[in-house]
Structures are given as structure tokens and as C-alpha cells.
């Protein structure tokens, strides 16, 4: 198998402002699905610091941290990505996610949000 | 979409896009299509990726891992299964980036292991890297 450790190559000949347009047009029509995902993540931290996160939450948390995780650094968000893959940790753990961890949550939680907002 | 926006020549590859979130489907697709002109079809299942490989047999496939249904593993496993499909490279594309799970999609037998995020200016150069297509 061949695994990528390192970026690749890009083409000389790509107009990088066009492209950025492009995926700019991208992230603004996508927006709202990755803002319902950061909602997701932002219920899910306060029921932790609440103290009422059960096992649904925590599992539609998981899905949501997993697939911001995946996107945002595409997005030129990199970032956002170590953020959300350390909630998609956090929630996959067996751990129980009370006290300092839920504060941890909310505390990350809330970075991703302004960090999505603030894209330009 | 976007073909030939860049003025990039295609170069006659056919890649198949499987990926349930819109959102990186898309922008893999764009990034396949304008930086290396390459035409590109999608699916957005693995039961969709299926037929889509079998009718129009692909160069190569990119293919999620985590989906609802027919997961990625799962996926690999039936195209591998059909003659029609079973020598397409298949280029896993994951979130998951823990060793425990590379080391499961290594013995899966696919070409390679592409991690997301991804850059889209350079995603063709690593498949085309991997599959020799240079």
C-alpha cells in the first residue's frame, strides 16, 4: 500500500485566484450544512457541562466532529480540523466527558464556530 | 462543472468519486476536474458507487471510508468481488487518521490511503503519483 505522507505536486499552470473563487463559491453554498454540524457539536458541549450528554448525543457529536474534521482544513481551515478530530477523540473515548472535559468541549467547540464564521 | 476553467488540457482519466457528504464529493470532484482536467463521475452511496463503476469503468476510484449503509471496506470488498470492476484501483479517502485504522485499510489491498483534509490543488498529483499516472 501506499500511503501519502506528504502533499503532492501541484501544477504550475493552475490560476490559484480562480480556483480560490471556486472554492470559496464552495464554502458558501456548503455553509449551512457545516454550520448544522457545529450545532451539533455545540449541543452536545452543553450537555456536557450540563451533565445530561447520553449516548445518542455523544455518538451524533462523534459523526459531526468526525466530518468537520474531514472538511475544514479542505476549506483552508487546518486548524479546524486538528480541533474537531480532538472532539472526535474526546467523544469516541470511553471516558466519561464531565468537570474539565466538558469545559474542554465547550471550550473547543466554540473555537470551531468562530473560526467558521470568520472564513473568508 | 468546472473542466478546462484553468486551462488544464484533460488527459483522458476517468476517476469515480464515492462519498456521502456533499460537500467534500463536490470539491473532489472540482479539484480533479480543473487542476488536472481529468472527467470525473460521483456517487454519493456505496450501492450508487457499484453500479456507477460497473457501467462506466473508471480509471480509478476514490472511495470514503465512513458511509451510512455500505461502508467503504464494504464497498472495495463487492467491486473487488465483480469481474467488471475488480481490477479498478481503489484509493481509499478517509478522516480517520489513528494507526490502528490505517493498518486495517492497509490490509484491505487498496492502492493507497489518502487522508482528509485534502488539498485540492494537489489531490490529482497524489493519485496520479500513486497510480503512475504521470
Known amino acids: ?120 | 462543472m468546472v473542466s478546462r476553467r484553468f486551462g488544464v488540457s484533460p488527459v483522458g482519466r476517468k476517476v469515480l468519486i464515492i462519498d456521502d457528504e456533499d460537500d467534500i464529493r463536490e470539491v473532489a470532484a472540482m479539484s480533479l476536474e480543473s487542476v488536472a482536467g481529468w472527467e470525473v463521475l460521483t456517487a454519493n452511496s456505496g450501492l450508487q458507487g457499484l453500479a456507477r463503476a460497473a457501467e462506466h469503468k473508471p480509471d480509478a476510484i476514490l472511495l470514503d471510508v465512513m458511509m451510512p449503509g455500505m461502508d467503504g471496506p464494504t464497498t472495495f470488498r463487492e467491486l473487488r468481488k465483480n469481474p467488471t470492476t475488480a481490477r479498478i484501483p481503489v484509493l481509499l479517502l478517509t478522516a480517520k487518521v489513528q494507526s490502528k485504522d490505517q493498518r486495517r485499510f492497509a490490509d484491505l489491498g487498496v492502492e493507497a490511503v489518502l487522508f482528509k483534509p485534502f488539498d485540492p490543488l494537489t489531490l490529482s498529483r497524489q493519485i496520479a503519483s500513486v497510480l503512475g499516472w504521470n
Do not use: C
Open chain 1, 1 to 120: 500500500m501506499n500511503a501519502f505522507e506528504e502533499p503532492g505536486e501541484r501544477r504550475e499552470d493552475v490560476d490559484d485566484t480562480a480556483f480560490k473563487e471556486v472554492l470559496d463559491r464552495m464554502w458558501t453554498r456548503f455553509l449551512p450544512d457545516i454550520r448544522d454540524r457545529a450545532a451539533v457539536l455545540d449541543a452536545a458541549a452543553k450537555a456536557a457541562v450540563d451533565g445530561t450528554l447520553n449516548q445518542a448525543i455523544r455518538a451524533d457529536a462523534l459523526s459531526a466532529a468526525h466530518k468537520l474534521a474531514g472538511t475544514l482544513g479542505t476549506f483552508g481551515l487546518p486548524r479546524g480540523t486538528d480541533l474537531a478530530r480532538e472532539l472526535e477523540l474526546l467523544y469516541a473515548s470511553d471516558d466519561g466527558l464531565e468537570g474539565a472535559k466538558a469545559q474542554r468541549l465547550a471550550t473547543i467547540t466554540a473555537e470551531i464556530k468562530a473560526m467558521i464564521e470568520s472564513r473568508k
